[in-house]
Each structure stands twice: as C-alpha cells, then as structure tokens.
C-alpha cells in the first residue's frame, strides 16, 4: 500500500526510475516511448544534458532569491529571451505552472481595468470545451463541465461560447470562411447580452489540447476574434500553457494566427519538465496603466522567478533554438500526421486525425459518416491508453471530446527531438494499441 495519493485510488501506476532521450523506463527495465510528453511537457525528452548542467550550476550558485527582495540575472535574461520570441509582449511574470499563469492573468486583466478607471469590467468568457487550470479562478473560466461540476459551488461565475471545432460543429454546407465568421461572432453576441462595460476579457486555448484533441482554429477565427474584443475594449488572453513554446512549429502558437493578444499564458514544456515553470506574457499598455498608477501588481507566489527554474527554462529555450528543433518539430509532425492518416484511415473507429506540429489528436467514432460518439460507458480513450502502455508507448487518453462526457480521443506531444525511426516506432504501437482498445469494446 503506498502512502502517495496518485491520480487514481484504484490503480498504482509503474514506478518511472530513468529518462532517456525519447523514452522512460520503469524499475522492471521496461521502455515506453514518450508520445505524449507526459502532458506535452517533455519537449527535450529525458536527460537533456544542457539543462542537467544549468541546474546544477544555479544551484550551486543561489538556488533561490525571493522576489520581493532580489531579481537575479537569470531571471531577467529568460525574461529578455521569452519576450524576444514573442512578438508585441513587452514584460514576463515568471510563475511555476499553468493553472497559476492563468489565475495572473486573470488578476493582472482586472487590476489593469481598475486602475484604468473601468471597475465594472469583472467578466469573462472562454469557450466550452476548454481548459484553463484546476485552480478555482481557472476552473470556474474554463469549459471542461466534468471537471467543473463538483466544484461549481466554490466558483466565480463563468460564461461561455462555442469553441471553434471544425470537425464537430461545422456544417455541411457552411464554407470555412462563413463557419469561422459565425462561431466567432457568438463572442459579439455574448458581450452584448452581458453588457459591453460589464466584460474584461475573452480567454481561449490558441490550439485546444487535453479536452479537445489537438483542435486548431479555421482560418480567419481568431482575426475576428482580436477584431470583436478590439471594439468593445476587452482583452484577449490567449492560454499557450500546453499548446506553446514550440509544440505547434512556432514558438508561440498565436503567431501562426496573424494576431498578437492582449496577455498570453505559458508552461509544461517552457522547461521541458526539468523544473515546474510558467510565464505570464503582456502588452507593455497593461503594465504601463499600472506603473502610472498603483505601482504595484497585487499579486505573488512563494516560488515565482525561482532561480533554478528560471535556469532550467532558460537552458530549455536555448537548446530549442541552437539545435533548431523548431524545424524539427515542424518536419516531423507533417510526417507523423500523413502517416497516422494512412495507417488508421481504414479504420471503422477512427474518425479525425488532426493537429499542428508535433500536437496531434485521433478523436475516435462508433461510426464515421455520422460522427457518432462510442459509448462513454466502455471508456475506449482508457482501453486505448492502456494497450499502448503495454506496448511501450505512451499517449495521453481523455473523454468527453464533445462535452464533457461523450467522446473519446488521445493526444500525442512527443519530444522535439523525435527522429524518424521513433516516429515509426510510434505508429506502430500506436496502430496496434488502437485495434486492441477499440476491439475491446
């Protein structure tokens, strides 16, 4: 009996003991290829020797300066280096994971229309389907309904549109173009219905990842999106947190969007899972009203800028750009899509492949032409992440692609440095878990 809460009370998962390259290997000695990353965080995979070396060395140097009191060089060349590679953000909060950069945002979005003189503007709308932490403030915006219920009690009020999901929501005769305008325009609609004064912002995943499976926007989406909140003075806090720092092909998702948001949200993979980081990107506008005003952002954690994190996502963004795994990312994830689709198209159960970069999903059917979802009941995303664990593959299962509790997928995020024998290894295991957790029904 283990003293560990896990995850689940019911099941005791294998205990991890190594990292190497693209795999974890267990205490029998058993490799599983990393396809998933953990929760897209592994981007470097396991061992990374440059960033092995940069915590040793912060740590042997001053492992921790707590922020009311010191910055450290660390922590400002990251700083220079994230918003180097975001363009139109002007300043970085350095945090220590998801759920907590979106709780700042959030705050940092209201304490901006405060101090500007607009105190009415206290609401916000994200998308069904969506995530944004597990934190009570990101619970409550975000649209995940089995996540939330439980909960509901404790939370603020939230309010929510239609995500942009092609695949489900688009209809037959709707081009791409009048789809993209009529989802986004749900945005207009609820601001309305709320009152104009009354809402501060509008959060969404640029690439929807663990509740949706690797779900990209259409095209022109978000450009009506960044016009809706542009006319009614709201801002556009865009979560990067799973689908950022490199994992689409760009460092920061929205780039491939043609916008630039109000504040944006990034972790798991900012430190490629050497150490817990997260990073609160903003406007230089939003910080300027409060430096002019109050002065002070009403907001901190214990840990924020800790300087061995700091120095872990520090190593991490320099090795993505020296060993240019960018272009990796990109060329190995058109391959790794091409061939999914050719190895699963014949299959009765599988109904969309999909994704950017190395950010891919398989959302799964009872049947194809009609899209029906599987019965929730024989929990097919569970049985297909379980046969892949005996194969030595590792991908992350969810239900509830639909609304929370109908549908299943997998999400596959594996390392940037995936090479194209892993790639095969990949399809193969994944090909064969998916005909046994599909033929298990």
């Known amino acids: 009996m283990s003293n560990a809460l896990h995850r689940s009370l019911r099941h005791h998962p294998p205990r991890a003991v190594r990292g190497d390259g693209v795999y974890v290997i267990d205490e029998a000695g058993n490799k599983y290829l990393d396809g998933c990353g953990g929760a897209a965080v592994s981007c470097l995979g396991h061992s990374h020797p440059d960033v092995i070396r940069a915590i040793h060395a912060q740590s042997a140097t001053l492992p921790y300066a707590h922020t009311s009191f010191f910055t450290t060089d660390v922590m400002e060349a990251l700083a220079d280096k994230i918003v180097g590679a975001a363009p139109g953000m002007g300043k970085v909060l350095l945090l220590s994971g998801g759920s907590e950069t979106v709780e700042a945002a959030l705050k940092l979005s209201r304490q901006y229309f405060v101090e500007a003189g607009q105190p009415e503007r206290h609401l916000y709308i994200a998308r069904r389907q969506s995530y944004h932490g597990n934190t009570l403030g990101a619970l409550a915006t975000g649209g ?52 104009p004064k009354n809402v501060a912002g509008f959060v969404a995943e640029t690439v929807v990842g663990a509740t949706a499976g690797a779900v990209a926007a259409v095209p022109g989406y978000f450009q009506r999106i960044r016009d809706i909140c542009d006319h009614h003075g709201v801002h556009l806090i865009l979560d990067e947190v799973m689908c950022g720092t490199g994992r689409t092909g760009t460092m920061m998702a929205y780039e491939q969007e043609g916008i630039v948001p109000d504040l944006v949200t990034m972790a798991k993979g900012l430190a490629a899972g050497y150490q817990p980081v997260g990073a609160l990107l903003c406007k230089d506008e939003i910080t300027d009203v409060i430096r002019n005003g109050s002065g002070f952002f009403q907001h901190g954690h214990t840990f924020m800028g800790h300087a061995t994190a700091v120095a872990a996502s520090l190593a991490t963004l320099t090795a993505i750009e020296k060993d240019d795994l960018l272009s990796n990312v990109t060329a190995r994830g058109a391959s790794l899509l091409q061939k999914l689709k050719a190895a699963l198209d014949d299959h009765p159960n599988v109904g969309d492949v999909r994704g950017r970069g190395l950010f891919l999903g398989i959302e799964f059917v009872s049947d194809r032409s009609s899209k029906a979802h599987l019965d929730p009941a024989l929990k097919t995303h569970n049985r297909i992440q379980k046969a892949a664990m005996e194969r030595g593959l590792m991908v992350y299962g969810m239900g509830g692609t639909i609304d929370g509790r109908r549908g299943d997928h997998i999400l596959l995020a594996p390392p940037y440095i995936l090479t194209q024998e892993h790639e095969d290894e990949l399809v193969e295991k994944l090909v064969a878990a998916v005909g046994a957790g599909c033929d298990g029904r």
Do not use: Q
């Open 144 to 195: 995940n309904e089995w996540r939330r219920a439980n909960f509901a009690p404790l939370m603020v009020e939230g309010h929510h549109i239609a995500p942009c999901f092609e695949y489900r929501e688009r209809r037959d005769d709707e081009s791409l173009d009048a789809y993209a305008l009529r989802v986004a325009d749900e945005l207009d609609a609820k601001i309305e219905t709320l009152g």
